[in-house]
């Protein structure tokens, strides 16, 4: 039996059973997605903790935009239950790279981050679920592409926070072994920001300029991530 097929009837099961709950199959989803975009036809038996924590260290960091905080906290538990459906029916025990309590709190964190990025960049995409477009960002982010500078040295890529300064400038290197920059960032962004943390982001440093300014980012990633990113 496959895990899609698992996930497949654990859904039926919610949906037959007292305890149908429209979030969970919601949440379930996610991980349906994950599967069938990734493994699809990967066995039950060949399911291992590696497959479980890429999809929340690097999968589900990518859907930071679908993602609302009531979401995010209906999702943990909502995928301890279904492994806990594979541990009673189908005897499949499987762990994380830390329990999912424990971890819920780092995840949170880096989805606030990765959100707090975009507003950064003047990204008008808000949320996809549902969508909300802010316009003043949309019509300003098209005036900023209109007259963008040219001239400048740009780098994109996995960047690794090495040092936070409290006047908000943050230290950073290119993934694997890259160059050092240095960013400013607003002092929103700050309390969500962690050292270890890898921002996917393209970003721009005009001539004779100390610091580079970060034009666009992706997404944030925990440091667990690591393993996972190419």
């Not at 709950?21 to 996610?30: E, F, R, T, Y």
């Not at 960002?137 to 400048?152: A, H, L, P, Q, R």
């Not at 890529?157 to 290119?174: H, M, N, Q, R």
Request: aromatic content about 14%; charged content about 30%; hydrophobic content about 35%.
């Amino acid at each position: 039996m496959t895990v899609l097929q698992t996930i497949e009837d654990y859904i039926a099961y919610v949906n037959t059973s007292f305890i149908q709950n429209s979030q969970d199959i919601k949440c379930i989803s996610l991980l349906y997605e994950y599967f069938r975009q990734k493994e699809p036809t990967l066995e039950l038996e060949d399911l291992d903790q590696r497959t479980l924590d890429e999809f929340f260290l690097y999968w589900l960091p990518k859907k930071s935009k679908t993602l609302s905080d009531d979401k995010i906290y209906r999702l943990f538990p909502a995928i301890q239950r279904y492994l806990t459906y594979l541990k009673i029916k189908y005897k499949k025990e499987v762990s994380l790279f830390k329990p999912l309590d424990q971890f819920v709190e780092d995840f949170v964190r880096i989805i606030h981050l990765s959100q707090a990025f975009s507003r950064f960049v003047g990204n008008p995409v808000i949320s996809t679920d549902p969508l909300v477009i802010d316009l003043r960002c949309y019509k300003e982010n098209k005036i900023k592409k209109y007259t963008k500078d040219k001239s400048g040295i740009f780098e994109q890529g996995y960047f690794e926070v090495l040092d936070i300064a409290p006047d908000c400038s943050v230290t950073i290197k290119k993934k694997p072994a890259g160059r050092y920059a240095k960013v400013l960032l607003d002092e929103n962004l700050i309390p969500y920001l962690r050292k270890g943390d890898i921002l996917h982001l393209r970003m721009t440093r005009k001539l004779f300029f100390a610091y580079w300014e970060i034009e666009d980012i992706k997404t944030c990633y925990l440091k667990e991530a690591q393993e996972y990113l190419s």
